[in-house]
């Protein structure tokens, strides 16, 4: 069980005021989006967390291919995740969008958009 997080990352609320949790599909989904967010070697209790933004991606010249292969590397080691895919594209501003489809291990499909 997972906290479920606002589009902003930020936490939410239930009907009673507690803390909203999430299940799965959608914890799923969420614990992929934060592996691919996450700046490798910024997580509070696990450093070995996050995609290797600084060292692999930004500011060097990396390529499509390699940026693919970390992604997918980050979201395979999410639980419950059996297989994922990912189409990507970068738009006229430079910006890297795509679909991560993800299969879990139940055999649910989920699509998660960045």
């Not at 069980?1 to 909203?20: H, K, P, Q, R, S």
Request: net charge negative; hydrophobic share 45%.
């Amino acid at each position: 069980m997972d906290l479920l997080l606002t589009e902003d990352w930020d936490l939410m609320a239930d009907v009673n005021g507690n803390i909203a949790v999430c299940i799965e599909p959608y914890s799923i989904a969420q614990q992929a989006a934060n592996e691919i967010k996450l700046f490798e070697g910024e997580g509070w209790y696990d450093q070995s967390q996050g995609t290797p933004h600084f060292a692999q991606i930004l500011g060097v010249n990396s390529n499509l291919g390699l940026i693919r292969n970390l992604l997918l590397a980050r979201v395979n080691k999410v639980d419950q995740v059996m297989h994922s895919d990912i189409d990507m594209y970068v738009d006229n501003h430079r910006v890297l969008h795509g679909n991560i489809f993800i299969t879990s291990i139940s055999g649910e499909t989920i699509n998660v958009v960045y």
